[in-house]
Structure formats: C-alpha cells, structure tokens
C-alpha cells in the first residue's frame, strides 16, 4: 500500500508539468483547432530564460519564474503572428507543418546558442525529505513547490477564462469566430491573448521540472510536450478541466508502471493510451461527440 501510495505522489508531481503544458494545447486548439506542435519548445525556452535569471542576474525561485513566463508569453504571441496567422484560412495541415518549422527552429536555435549538452541548473530551494508513516513514504519540498505553483497557476487560469473580459473573449471565439467578430471582439487579440497564456504556463512548466530534475537541455521539450498532447487528447482536447485532468491521469498512469513494471514501457504505454482513447472515445473523457449536418 505504502508503494502505490509513493508512486501516486510521484504521480501527481510528474501529472502537474504535463497538466501544465496541455493548457496550452488545449487552449489554442479550443480557439483556431490549431495543434501548436512548437508548445514544448515553448517550455524547454522557458526552462533556458530561468536558468539565465538564476544566473546572470541573481533572481529566486519566483522572480525567474515570472521573468520567463513573461518572456515566454512574448515569444508566444511573436510565433502566433508571424508563423500562424498568414496560414489561419489555409488548410489545416500548412499549419500543422509550420507549427513542426517552428518547433524545429527553436531548437536548432537554443542549441546554435546555448550549446547541444545538458546544463545544471541551479539549485533554488534547499533539498528537504519528509518521511510519511514511519518513512515508508517520503515526499520532497521540491515535489510541494511544483503543487502549489501548478494549483495557483491553474486557479489564475480559471479566475482568467471564466472572470475576466478577455476570458470572455476567449470563450466567446471558441464558439464561433465568426460572430464574436460580429458583436465587437477583436478576434486577432484574443488568439494573441490565448497564445500568450498557454504560452506562459508552458514556460512555468519547463521552470518547475529545471526545479525538480535539476538539468536542461535544447532538446527536453520533445518528449514532455508529445506526453502533454496525448494528456490533452485523453481528457478532451479543446476543455481546459479535460487537459487538466489528462496530465495527472497521464502521470499517475506514468508512474504506477514505472513502479510496477518497468520505466522502459512508460513512453509505450502513453503512446498506446492514445491510440486506445482515439479508438474508443476520440473526444476525450470529457469531450462530447458533436454531430454535424450534412
């Protein structure tokens, strides 16, 4: 019992960066039916842009936080501009292509940069163990900073898209483009504002694993931001509670076979999680089947 409890704590930790990135998924797909393969680029930037914070100018765990989160949401609304918006009455896939460019671009940049191998990095918080039921479970402070700020960040969120004139807009757009456009909303800022959002919870993201794991590198979007589009598919691509609920199912389910079985079949079991969820309910847990008239 001890083990499985471990395991769902690792869980939810490893849960709360995919939950993070797949907001971002989920949000531009909701507005544009955009799949922004570029996202987990986003984070491994945002990752870079802390690091450099640490650094350079000496900033804590919440100052570079926010400084890449900013930065981010820049560079968010910059590729929206310039790599999407000429193709948003293309076809789909002109979009689908630029959005792999571009995720490209960033990487081969970041390592033109900063250099192809890992860096450490810095070392924000002290390192400190809690022993749970007589030390058969132990749960990390590190572990319970990467929870809260994914709980803050995610209570933002929801304040945001549900409270504000701009999440207004946004909900709005999802819709239909076309009347928003009609009754005053200009649709060109809200997918800018959208862009920005998800891109800064992506850069939130890649500072909460530089945190917990303690090494970077040019090319550690790649794999967290594909386990984030299965998470957001899983809970219903488009619904931000779906995306939610799909990166911690999606890391509980992680961990328990890492503990129970091996870690080599975890990237197998996520990639055979969506084609199992793609086969039985393409919408998502979540998601509802809208019919479409002939």
């Known amino acids: 019992m001890s083990t499985f409890i471990q395991q769902l704590i690792n869980g939810i930790t490893l849960g709360s960066v995919y939950a993070l990135i797949s ?3 989920t949000m531009v797909y909701g507005i544009i039916k955009l799949i922004n393969f570029a996202h987990g680029d986003i984070f491994m930037v945002g990752a870079y842009i802390a690091y450099l914070s640490v650094t350079y ?3 804590g765990l919440i100052p570079s936080l926010i400084v890449s989160m900013g930065f981010c ?4 609304m910059l590729i929206e501009k310039f790599a999407y ?3 948003r009455n293309s076809p789909r896939i002109s979009a689908l292509i630029t959005a792999i460019g571009v995720s490209l671009l960033l990487e081969n940049l970041m390592q033109i940069i900063m250099g192809a191998d890992s860096r450490v990095f810095p070392r924000l918080v002290a390192e400190k163990n ?11 402070n590190k572990q319970i900073y990467l929870l809260i700020i994914t709980v803050l960040l995610m209570i933002i969120l929801n304040f945001v898209v ?3 004139k701009i999440g207004k807009a946004m909900r709005a757009v999802s819709q239909d483009m076309d009347a928003a456009r009609l009754m005053g909303i200009n649709v060109d800022t809200t997918i800018s504002y959208t862009f920005a959002i998800g891109s800064a919870l992506a850069a939130a993201a890649g500072v909460l694993v530089g945190l917990y794991y303690n090494t970077i590198n040019p090319l550690m979007g790649v794999l967290p931001g594909l386990k984030a589009f299965i998470a957001a598919v899983f809970g219903g691509i488009g619904i931000i509670p779906g995306a939610m609920l799909g990166g911690f199912s999606l890391g509980i389910i992680e961990t328990l076979v890492s503990g129970y079985g091996s870690s080599m079949y975890k990237d197998a079991v996520a990639f055979a999680l969506l084609i199992l969820i793609l086969i039985i309910k393409p919408s998502g847990l979540l998601g509802k089947n809208i019919k ?3």
């Open 85 to 87: 918006k000429p193709l």
């Open 73 to 76: 949401s820049i560079l968010g």
């Open 23 to 25: 907001l971002g998924y």
């Open 57 to 59: 100018l000496k900033l």
């Open 292 to 294: 479409e008239k002939v």
């Open 162 to 164: 549900k409270k504000t």
């Open 130 to 140: 809690y022993h749970l039921f007589q030390g058969r479970i132990v749960v990390n």
